[in-house]
């Protein structure tokens, strides 16, 4: 309780930014949702030919997986907050229309004819009658749909939206339950709290609540505009992928580019996604630079073969010049440090069968009870290579990342996949086996950007060339160390590095 006491005091001014994001993008959807699926189920009222029709297609939209809604609307409009908006307005369609068309078209055929027969135009019956009776069956399916919106839009994190579900996302990366309670508790608390605010509005006097209707729809809308026209032109936006490394070094380019010029305003995006949701965000002009590894360009983006037994410049080249010539995409100097796959042990494992390269697991192979990233598993680049390469005969556990270091510092298995500057290393007290036959790509980071928008800015350019060739591999796993099991800020690690390294000018 002390700890989660302690991370909600320390990144109380974060849960607030996720917090107004998740707010904003709830309501934002839930109107939008309102405006499409009210007028179509009264106008389906009056043509119940079209019923069955809206209702199945409705039905369906709300069957498609998120994940796979996501992926299918990011190559058309890129990522952020506009393919999370259209997602949750998709899936918050089908509870407003049906009970609207539900409440109105079970109204009492009495209570209809006897409307008729005063001679009530079909305008002031609808506003007299019918929605008034439909009314409780309408503010129903809309509290229905407001908390499957701020449920579901905590994915919006995976898509670089932000929200909630980066408290979440954080949480699982980091194996910090604090940051997961953090996220799943506001998330609730707020889909209660506005489930109230919609049951007020049922109970409270028409003008006020068009007053506060109107308020509403006026301070959400003027902010999303705000922040999609305006923001984008003012600032240099920086985003990193989800973990502490990115984190640590989108704080050092903001430093860096704010010393190089005050007239600068950076604005950071962390935990942003993943490199597809980054890469797609830089092309579509959501961001405007982002770290990536050498490694992921080619295997990842650009599709080439995967450099194997290539050296870093070789492989950093090869980036280089299939990013330019594909993507009209920039790609600096890389840092020195190479984030690449690597097999880890314990020390006594290590001293007790005499290891030292990835070969000699041959030699002990029937004694080997590896855990590993389903990821991992899977990659040509990974174990599936890997034996190849090797000659080894194992079977693998799959194992989320987080309980794979876990599980073999409690002794339940004895070979991990991880990365080369993962603080696990240093937290559990795991040593690297070398990889003596180069088979894993280099994955050293550098930042990648439009070339149109380096051109632009030169002493952008300039002042990321400072970290070329910079922080060494165990550099790298100390500041990550320091961030996930010391709980130091990533800014505070990044400040430190810069200034012991002389990197900013007049400090």
């Known amino acids: 309780m002390q700890n989660l006491i302690s991370i909600f005091m320390e990144r109380r001014h974060d849960l607030l930014i996720a917090l107004w994001q998740h707010l904003e993008i709830s309501i934002v959807s839930l109107l939008i949702a309102m405006v499409i699926a009210i007028p179509l189920a009264i106008w389906v009222v009056r043509h119940q030919r079209f019923a069955e029709i809206f209702l199945q297609i409705t039905s369906i939209l709300q069957t498609i997986p998120s994940l796979a809604l996501l992926g299918l ?53 609808l506003f007299k009658v019918e929605l008034p009776i439909a009314m409780p069956q309408i503010v129903s399916g809309i509290r229905t749909a407001l908390v499957m919106i701020v449920g579901t839009a905590t994915l919006a994190a995976l898509i670089g939206a932000g929200g909630l579900g980066t408290f979440i996302m954080l949480g699982i990366d980091r194996n910090d339950t604090s940051l997961l309670i953090i996220g799943a508790v506001t998330s609730a608390m707020l889909a209660v709290i506005l489930s109230l605010i919609v049951r007020w ?22 902010i999303s505009v705000h922040n999609v026209f305006i923001d984008r032109v003012q600032t240099i936006t920086i985003a990193g992928k989800l973990g502490s490394e990115p984190e640590i070094l989108i704080n050092m ?10 007239h600068t305003n950076v604005e950071l995006k962390p935990n942003f996604g993943k490199t597809t ?14 770290p990536e590894f050498t490694g992921s360009v080619l295997e990842t983006l650009v599709k080439e073969k995967s450099p194997t037994k290539k050296t870093a410049a070789q492989t950093y080249n090869q980036a280089k010049k299939a990013l330019q010539e594909k993507e009209q995409m920039a790609y600096l100097k890389p840092m020195k440090y190479n984030n690449t796959y690597a097999l880890a042990v314990n020390k006594e494992f290590k001293k007790d069968n005499n290891l030292r390269n990835i070969s000699d697991l041959v030699k002990i192979e029937n004694t080997l009870n590896p855990g590993m990233t389903l990821e991992f598993i899977d990659r040509h680049d990974g174990m599936k290579g890997l034996k190849k390469a090797y000659n080894l005969n194992v079977q693998t556990k799959a194992m989320e990342p987080a309980l794979r270091y876990e599980a073999i510092h409690d002794g339940r298995i004895n070979l991990i996949d991880a990365y080369a500057t993962d603080s696990e ?3 559990y007290h795991l040593e690297l086996l070398n990889d003596d036959k180069n088979f894993f790509p280099v994955y050293q980071g550098a930042p990648l950007m439009k070339m149109e928008f380096a051109n632009k800015h030169p002493k952008v350019v300039k002042a990321l060339n400072k970290l070329a060739g910079k922080i060494s591999d165990k550099e790298m796993q100390k500041m990550n160390y320091e961030v996930n099991v010391q709980k130091k800020s990533a800014n505070l690690v990044a400040h430190q590095y810069l200034i012991k390294h002389n990197l900013l000018k007049g400090e």
């Open 277 to 290: 949701f980054l890469f797609s965000a830089l092309k579509h002009d959501q961001i405007d630079i982002y």
């Open 73 to 125: 609307l990011i190559p058309m409009v890129g990522i952020g907050t506009v393919p999370a908006t259209i997602a949750l307005v998709i899936y918050a369609l089908l509870p407003i229309f049906q009970n609207t068309y539900t409440g109105i078209s079970e109204i009492d055929s009495s209570i209809e004819e006897a409307v008729d027969a005063f001679g009530m135009s079909s305008t002031r019956k």
């Open 425 to 427: 290393l240093q937290q």
């Open 253 to 262: 380019y903001k430093e860096l580019i704010e010393n190089s010029d005050k």
């Open 201 to 222: 509005f049922q109970l409270a006097k028409p003008l006020h609540a068009l007053i506060v209707f109107a308020s509403i729809l006026l301070m959400f809308g003027g």
